[in-house]
Every structure is written in structure tokens, then in C-alpha cells.
């Protein structure tokens, strides 16, 4: 009867461990796409304020080049 327990109780807490595991894994998950998400609007933003400057600065290159 000890046995049964026993093993029952390990496979409880076992379960309870995979169960922990996936969903650090999906928090894991939704904290990288945040961090995508930022880095992708921080180069939006970058673009959008430097396009001009950096549009002039390649023309002005490739106009100087022979």
C-alpha cells in the first residue's frame, strides 16, 4: 500500500513540475514578442526621423563617386 502511495505522489509532483515548466514557457514566450515588438518600433521611429537626413547623405555619395 506504501508503494501505490508512494508512487503516486512522485508522479503527482512530477506532473506539477511539467505543468510549472510550460507555462514558464509561454511567459518566456510573450516576454521575447514584447521585446521584439519595442526593438521594432524603436527602428520605425529611427527610420522615420533620420530617412531624410540619411536619404541626402546617400545621394550625395552616390552623386560624388565617379
Given at each position: 500500500?506504501?508503494?501505490?502511495?508512494?508512487?503516486?505522489?512522485?508522479?503527482?509532483?512530477?506532473?506539477?513540475?511539467?505543468?510549472?515548466?510550460?507555462?514558464?514557457?509561454?511567459?518566456?514566450a510573450?516576454?521575447?514578442?514584447?521585446?521584439?515588438?519595442?526593438?521594432?518600433?524603436?527602428?520605425?521611429?529611427?527610420?522615420?526621423?533620420?530617412?531624410?537626413?540619411?536619404?541626402?547623405?546617400?545621394?550625395?555619395?552616390?552623386n560624388?563617386?565617379?
Open positions: 500500500m506504501r508503494t501505490l502511495m508512494l508512487k503516486t505522489h512522485i508522479r503527482m509532483v512530477l506532473l506539477r513540475e511539467d505543468m510549472t515548466r510550460s507555462r514558464d514557457k509561454g511567459a518566456t510573450v516576454e521575447y514578442g514584447l521585446i521584439v515588438a519595442l526593438i521594432a518600433v524603436v527602428i520605425i521611429v529611427a527610420v522615420t526621423l533620420l530617412g531624410g537626413r540619411l536619404s541626402n547623405i546617400f545621394n550625395n555619395t552616390a560624388s563617386l565617379p
